[in-house]
């Protein structure tokens, strides 16, 4: 069973940047791709960006340069380093680790950009 506990969601300012993590419980977690997803109100869920195991990194264009995705196996931890935060960032953002045909998903952290 995997569990994946995200953290670092808040609230700030436009033009702003926060950090978010994501812990995982499951030693898999070291193998596999690792994703960030985001659900703002009314809309669907939406992906953010994507590191492998071995630390390639792809963005939605939405995100791509101002959003930095890392990892460290080490500590079974991803990150997600949001600057330059834009009102439309306003989200809850997930860590999603996929597994065979499995999903596994934390229980998401509030982003909230606002003046």
């Known amino acids: 069973q995997v569990q994946l506990v995200e953290s670092g969601g808040g609230l700030v300012q436009p033009g702003g940047s926060l950090r978010l993590s994501c812990a995982a419980s499951?030693?898999?977690?070291?193998?596999?791709?690792m994703d960030w997803y985001r659900q703002a109100p009314g809309k669907q869920r939406e992906w953010v960006a994507r590191v492998t195991s071995g630390g390639t990194t792809n963005y939605a264009d939405s995100v791509k340069g101002r959003f930095t995705i890392s990892r460290d196996n080490a500590k079974n931890t991803m990150y997600l380093q949001m600057n330059s935060l834009k009102s439309e960032d306003t989200a809850v953002y997930y860590c999603?680790?996929?597994?065979?045909?499995?999903?596994?998903w934390g229980q998401g952290t509030q982003v909230t950009v606002s003046s």
């Open positions: 499951a030693y898999i977690f070291r193998i596999m791709p």
């Open positions: 999603n680790l996929r597994a065979g045909n499995t999903d596994y």
